[in-house]
Nanobody
């Protein structure tokens, strides 16, 4: 089992940057594929980015491709989401998720563990 805690959210102007972190408990972080999802008010949770166990494979939603970068440091039990060129439509609660799989997963229902979320607000 793994517990996840997100941090790094906040208020930023359009065009700005933020780096989200997802800290995981336990000694088996490298056994989990990880992902970032977001949910805006009144909308369903949507995929943002995902990374494989060793960080070698990544996938991105088309809406963030070229602006966001997902990466992980297994020695620190931490995953990150570097968000650049932020837009007002990126405003949402961002969640990290984990699953014991060798795959890179984009479907939220496939993830077993979730953090509590961190708010990102981008002003125009």
């Amino acid at each position: 089992q793994v517990q996840l805690v997100e941090s790094g959210g906040g208020l930023v102007q359009a065009g700005g940057s933020l780096r989200l972190s997802c800290a995981a408990s336990g000694r088996t972080f490298s056994s989990y594929a990880m992902g970032w999802f977001r949910q805006a008010p009144g909308q369903e949770r949507e995929f943002v980015a995902a990374v494989s166990r060793n960080g070698g494979n990544t996938r991105y939603a088309d809406s963030v491709k070229g602006r966001f970068t997902i990466f992980r440091e297994n020695a620190k039990n931490t995953m990150y989401l570097q968000m650049n060129s932020l837009k007002p439509e990126d405003t949402a609660v961002y969640y990290c998720a984990a699953d014991r799989t060798t795959l890179v997963i984009t479907i939220p229902e496939k993830y077993d563990y979730w953090g509590q979320g961190t708010q990102v607000t981008v002003s125009s």
